[in-house]
């Protein structure tokens, strides 16, 4: 009986005592010379193997997917899904454990946590592997709770008609700070800061009705909403309490106060402190708030999608500050600030580089738009927001001009057939208004759509840049690692995972007219007009997913570090067996979805 095999090691960790035991009781050892088949590709598997000593190549075909090392198992789909989708090769003398395969379809049957292992859908291997454990708290399982369970203020409604002074008496005998205001077919809600405002500082007679004084634009939430989604509005609306509904009707108050202490950091807060500041210094603490919220939020396990969406709602509100400060009358009139790439798409959560632009409804004074450009940029830039390599920014006057010059500039991108011009294209269908004119940007994306839709080569064309980075996920323990400067221990997981995903569901989603801003969101319309897949649909949201989380994990090291160059790498031997299975399974996603572009844009014709 092999005392040695290490039970903690996963997906085993997830058996128990008993079932470890007999997994242990039942495993023998199996050798292989460099070159043996060990699987092959489209046969069952009698055994599941673990990798105690050497390497297996696992194989479609001449390629190479991923080579295998000490406690890596395989092949779970030739197990459990009756043949071996690749062919598993040793590499150089190899050992392995090989449990029966009776042995572990009854483990699986009996354990769902072990059976997770065995999925074929990422999605589901995905779901189980992160789950969060609920015995340890944190800040997930806060947000993952109902509105509804949280300490809700009752709904206390009061007429329209009542003065200020009978507000403030139903307050304190209610012992309520925020009321809800019935004006014949209107509701609204007025707070304690809105009566000492108007009495305060505006001074209006005690008599005045409360109708003048409250607030008919309410945002609210569902008592059957998350409280992640709960926090997501306050941040976006700068609001420090929401209304909640229940089957249509206000039901009652929640405060930032009744979740402050239970949400890692405060990121509700910082709306505020953003909007108090009177100068681009003032903005400089908030500005170091937000990049310091994403860390506090990971540390707390919440998951990347929500800090992504938290962070760029925050930075947002921080560009459209500075623009406020900072733009003159001129360009305020006829601007609009617009943010693209990863930001554009609400994907980033450590800062990366600027990818900002400026459209004009009509030209402005040259000193004017000079001045902004050159002092917007440098105010990011003291933020802790790089300057973009390509040069993507409002300082370039590429990217800050009148929306005609800016259409026309977009139809010359899409005539001349050069990688720059698919680069400009992909950032700019990205773009997302940040402040002032917003039709802007969308008349310019119309224009965008306008001349590329049907235009079948260029596509294929633009279509091609997903196997710009090709060799970074081309095996990944193998020496092609160093065609993209890395070892042959890490990968690339922007170039290898994310820009296939994300710049590939751009081609479709231009090609199909949809408008989506984020790549979930492009997914899920994609996959409801059936376009692509549900299964496919599914397995690429997670694949991206993961990817996304464990690039953030690679940028909060490179930040501790202070090795920024590597912030997109992440290194194989710091990933768990179960960590690196997920990456497999996600980077054969990026493949098959691979396979998918080339054959609906006849790319190998290019």
């Avoid at 479609?60 to 043949?83: C, M, N, Y």
């Avoid at 108050?253 to 108090?276: F, H, K, T």
């Avoid at 800016?406 to 294209?425: C, H, K, Y």
């Amino acid at each position: 009986m092999p005392q040695a095999f290490d039970a903690q090691n996963p997906p085993f960790d997830r058996l128990t005592h008993a079932e470890a035991a007999k997994l242990r009781d039942s495993l023998d050892i199996g050798y292989w010379g460099p070159g043996e088949t060990i699987i092959a590709q489209g046969k069952p598997a009698e055994n599941l193997h673990v990798v105690i000593k050497g390497s297996v190549e696992e194989r479609d075909g001449d390629e190479i997917e991923s080579v295998l090392g000490p406690k890596d198992s395989f092949d779970t789909r030739a197990l459990v899904h009756g043949a071996a989708g690749s062919s598993f090769v040793a590499a150089e003398e190899t050992l392995c454990y090989t449990a029966p395969k009776d042995v572990v379809l009854e483990l699986i049957r009996k354990n769902p946590g072990f059976a997770a292992f065995f999925y074929s859908e990422l999605s589901r291997k995905l779901t189980s592997y992160t789950t969060p454990d609920e015995s340890k708290g944190g800040v997930e399982q806060v947000l993952r709770a109902r509105i509804k369970d949280a300490r809700l203020h009752p709904a206390v409604f009061i007429d329209g008609g009542a003065t200020i002074a009978e507000t403030g008496h139903t307050m304190r005998d209610k012992n309520q700070n925020a009321l809800f205001v019935k004006d014949g077919e209107r509701v609204g809600i007025v707070t304690g800061m809105n009566l000492s405002k108007a009495a305060v500082l505006e001074a209006l007679p005690l008599d005045t009705p409360i109708r003048d004084v409250c607030h008919f634009e309410i945002q609210s939430v569902d008592a059957d909403d998350f409280i992640f989604e709960a926090l997501i509005k306050m941040t976006r609306h700068n609001k420090r309490r929401l209304a909640v509904t229940s089957n249509g009707e206000f039901s009652g108050i929640l405060e930032d106060i009744d979740i402050l202490g239970l949400v890692a950091g405060n990121s509700q807060l910082i709306p505020g402190r953003i909007d108090r500041a009177r100068s681009v210094q003032h903005l400089e603490m908030p500005a170091k708030d937000i990049q310091d919220q994403v860390e506090r939020l990971h540390r707390q396990q919440v998951k990347v999608e929500v800090i992504a969406e938290i962070t760029s709602d925050l930075n947002r509100a921080l560009f459209a500050k500075l623009y406020d400060l900072i733009a003159p009358p001129s360009i305020k009139a006829v601007g609009c600030l617009m943010v693209m790439g990863s930001e554009g798409r609400g994907e980033q959560t450590v800062r990366t580089d600027q990818d900002n632009g400026l459209l004009l409804a009509e030209p402005v004074p040259e000193a004017d738009l000079v001045k902004f450009r050159a002092e917007f940029t440098d105010a990011l830039e003291l933020f802790g927001f790089p300057p973009c390599a390509g040069n993507v920014m409002v300082r370039n006057p590429q990217w800050s001009q009148t929306i005609g010059d800016f259409v026309r500039q977009i139809r010359g991108w899409v005539i001349t057939p050069d990688e720059m011009s698919a680069m400009n294209l992909g950032i700019f269908y990205d773009a997302i208004a940040v402040t002032g004119r917003r039709e802007l940007v969308d008349t310019a994306k119309a224009a965008m759509s306008e001349v590329m839709r049907g235009e079948s080569a260029y596509l294929a064309r633009f279509a091609k840049a997903i196997d710009q980075f090709e060799d970074a996920s081309a095996g990944l323990f193998t020496a092609l690692m160093a065609t993209v400067g890395v070892a042959s221990d890490a990968i690339h997981i922007k170039k290898s995972g994310i820009f296939p995903i994300v710049h590939g569901i751009r081609v479709i989603s231009i090609d199909a007219g949809v408008v989506a801003a984020s790549t979930a969101q492009r997914l899920d319309e994609l996959g409801a007009r059936g376009t692509l897949g549900e299964e496919l649909v599914r397995d690429m949201k997670s694949a991206l997913s993961y990817f996304m989380e464990v690039r953030l994990r690679s940028q909060l090291r490179a930040m501790r570090t202070g090795r920024q160059e590597e912030e997109a790498i992440v290194r194989l031997n710091d990933l768990s067996t179960s960590e690196r299975d997920l990456l497999r399974e996600a980077l054969k996603v990026v493949k098959r979805f691979k396979e998918i572009m080339r054959s609906r844009y006849h790319l190998g014709m290019l």
